[in-house]
């Protein structure tokens, strides 16, 4: 992926979402946790030196897999390539609990679907497209039919279970 680093670093230095010191550990064999700053800004995850201002690195949470590691912990996967894990540990469940969520909600993608979602619900309750006044009620990327077959049933079921 192409990405301009002085827009990268800027981003980097934008209110977070989410922060906090984790302990992470890269994919590398034999890599070893270390205390890092980590900062959820939009869809990128940025880690620092705990001391430094400037980010080590940056994973974009696009075409992700969050799961649950040991009691306080979990990996970020990427489809591409699944046995590539970076590793962080929290110092609590509850911590544990809130950056998996925030992590998984962070991505186009599942802004996205959530955004068909709540416009279809908005039209079935009021008969009138909300994105019709911004003039982009037309837009394939803001179309039900363009979800993958896979997932648009799972994701409408999950969407609905959570209204209850």
């Known amino acids: ?21 984790l302990s992470m550990r890269g994919p590398k064999k034999g890599s070893v946790a270390k ?9 990128f995850l940025f880690y620092f030196r705990t ?13 992700c ?18 046995e590539r894990k970076y590793y962080f ?6 911590q544990c609990q809130e950056w998996m969520e925030a992590l998984r909600r962070a991505s186009y993608e599942y802004m996205r679907r959530s955004l068909i979602f709540y416009r279809n619900e908005i039209q ?8 019709e006044q911004y003039g982009i009620s037309e837009e394939a990327r803001f ?6 077959r896979d997932g648009r049933a799972a ?6 279970d959570e209204l209850d």
Do not use: H, W
């Open 124 to 131: 079935k309750m009021t008969g009138k497209d909300p994105l």
């Open 1 to 21: 992926m192409r990405y301009n680093e002085k827009e990268l670093r800027a981003l980097s230095q934008q209110p977070a979402e989410m922060a906090a010191e």
């Open 35 to 43: 205390r890092r700053l980590v900062k959820l800004v939009v869809n």
């Open 143 to 148: 179309q039900l039919s363009n979800l993958p």
């Open 155 to 160: 994701f409408i079921s999950a969407r609905l």
């Open 89 to 94: 540990e929290c110092c609590t469940q509850g």
């Open 65 to 82: 897999r969050v799961a649950q590691e040991e009691p306080g912990g979990f990996s970020i996967s990427f489809i591409e390539d699944p």
């Open 51 to 63: 001391d430094e201002a400037e980010p080590l690195g940056a994973l974009l949470l696009e075409r």
